[in-house]
């Protein structure tokens, strides 16, 4: 069963050539863990969900290089009038900096999140389960759907 849930994103990594959807996936099962652990079970209990995140993310890089040289030539001379002598002195400076920035950023295009819950989860649970999904992820504008299904868990209160 895992490797059926898994087929899609190994066909998907065979043509990667980066490590950006390694990066997505990481995302969706960190975010999946997340909202099981932090907002599922909580509400409608261990073992009575399963959460299952679908990201599609777009990724902005920004590449800065700055490159600043410059070189200096200072001579001075002094002379002595009373014996003739001349001294000169003579200094060179060399300066440079090289400065390279790189920016990134993420920002989700689509938040899909889709919520297998027990069959027998009472609906005013589902519904605080949904608000508070919605109150978390509010600027993402996610997409959540919720499924019934039997779960070998004990009967509600």
């Not at 959807?21 to 079970?41: C, N, P, S």
């Not at 009038?81 to 390279?100: I, L, P, W, Y």
């Given at each position: 069963?895992?490797?059926?849930?898994?087929?899609?994103?190994?066909?998907?990594?065979?043509?990667?050539?980066?490590?950006?959807?390694?990066?997505?996936?990481?995302?969706?099962?960190?975010?999946?863990?997340?909202?099981?652990?932090?907002?599922?079970?909580?509400?409608?209990?261990?073992?009575?969900?399963?959460?299952?995140v679908r990201l599609s993310l777009e990724t902005k890089r920004d590449f800065e290089i700055s490159d600043r040289s410059g070189e200096g030539r200072?001579?001075?001379?002094?002379?002595?009038?009373?014996?003739?002598?001349?001294?000169?002195?003579?200094?060179?400076?060399?300066?440079?900096?090289?400065?390279?920035?790189?920016?990134?950023s993420i920002r989700y295009s689509a938040f899909h999140l889709t919520v297998l819950h027990d069959a027998k989860a009472p609906a005013a649970k589902?519904?605080?389960?949904?608000?508070?999904?919605?109150?978390?992820?509010?600027?993402?504008?996610?997409?959540?759907?919720?499924?019934?299904?039997?779960?070998?868990?004990?009967?509600?209160?």
């Open positions: 069963m895992r490797i059926l849930l898994l087929l899609p994103f190994f066909v998907l990594t065979a043509w990667a050539d980066d490590e950006s959807l390694m990066t997505i996936h990481r995302i969706e099962t960190e975010t999946a863990d997340r909202i099981q652990a932090k907002v599922l079970d909580p509400i409608l209990g261990a073992g009575r969900s399963a959460a299952f200072m001579t001075k001379t002094q002379s002595k009038a009373e014996n003739g002598d001349q001294q000169v002195q003579e200094s060179r400076q060399t300066k440079g900096t090289k400065e390279e920035r790189i920016a990134s589902l519904a605080a389960a949904r608000s508070a999904l919605l109150a978390v992820y509010e600027s993402e504008k996610p997409e959540i759907k919720f499924h019934p299904v039997e779960f070998n868990a004990h009967d509600y209160p």
